[in-house]
């Protein structure tokens, strides 16, 4: 069975400094993960993903991730922080391999200050 | 939000009664699926569509059924509504391994 883990709940940071959004994950094979993001009273809209290729993975709003396979980790990253960015992000992640649904970490709560 | 609409948008209903989402896309994406959002938990799968009238449980499909008659509509029955399905529903689209885009989400409150 795969599974996500969010270690914070919420993440606070000054704008303008940078951001880490952290998440961990299992799963069996090799990965494909995902960031999304959520704005109060909208749907989640996708951020990135890492597929295969370069560990480093850019996208959307100035967000990037890493991706480290001996740590199992997919940790979110900005290098400084909005006000705007503050929002609930999720990870995700299936297996690259044959078809599977994704499991969806329980959210972490970002909050910029100004 | 990438071509899908929910409907309703909203909705109060009372313990018992049946009720029906409805999930619309206009990207003719292959895949289909319905979420659950609730504090704490995250996102829940609880049905999805592998295409027209194919489709499977999800994590928490207790409750619930599904049906897609056309590749554009996914529709959630909840066949009597219980206070434990309050909730925001989501749906999603996806081709393929490919991510996933969501609708705006339906929020339902069981009464």
């Known amino acids: 069975a795969q599974s996500v883990a969010q270690p914070e709940d919420q993440v606070n940071v000054a704008e303008g400094n940078p951001l880490t959004v952290k998440c961990t994950y299992s799963?069996?094979?090799?990965?494909?993960l995902f960031w999304y993001v959520q704005y109060p009273n909208r749907g989640l809209q996708f951020l990135l993903k890492?597929?295969?290729?370069?560990?480093l993975v850019k996208g959307s709003y100035g967000f990037e991730a890493e991706f480290n396979k001996s740590q199992t980790s997919f940790h979110l990253k900005k290098p400084s922080a909005l006000v705007s960015d503050s929002a609930l992000y999720f990870c995700?992640?299936?297996?690259?391999?044959?078809?599977?649904?994704?499991?969806f970490g329980k959210g972490t709560m970002l909050l910029v200050s100004p | 939000d990438a071509g899908i609409t929910q409907s309703p948008r909203h909705k109060v209903t009372e313990t018992g009664t049946p009720v029906t989402l409805r999930c619309h896309q206009t990207?003719?994406?292959?895949?289909m699926y319905w979420y659950r959002q609730d504090p704490g938990h995250g996102l829940r799968l609880i049905h999805y569509?592998?295409?027209?009238?194919?489709?499977d449980k999800g994590e928490v499909s207790d409750g619930y059924s599904v049906s897609r008659s056309k590749t554009e509509d996914f529709l959630l029955t909840l066949e009597s509504a219980t206070s434990s399905q309050t909730s925001v529903y989501f749906c999603?689209?996806?081709?393929?391994?490919?991510?996933?885009?969501f609708g705006p989400g339906t929020r339902l409150t069981v009464t």
């Open positions: 999603a689209i996806s081709e393929d391994r490919a991510e996933q885009y």
């Open positions: 890492y597929i295969t290729g370069d560990n």
């Open positions: 995700a992640v299936r297996p690259n391999s044959g078809y599977s649904t994704l499991t």
């Open positions: 569509s592998y295409g027209v009238k194919d489709t």
């Open positions: 799963v069996s094979g090799n990965p494909y």
């Open positions: 990207e003719n994406h292959r895949y």
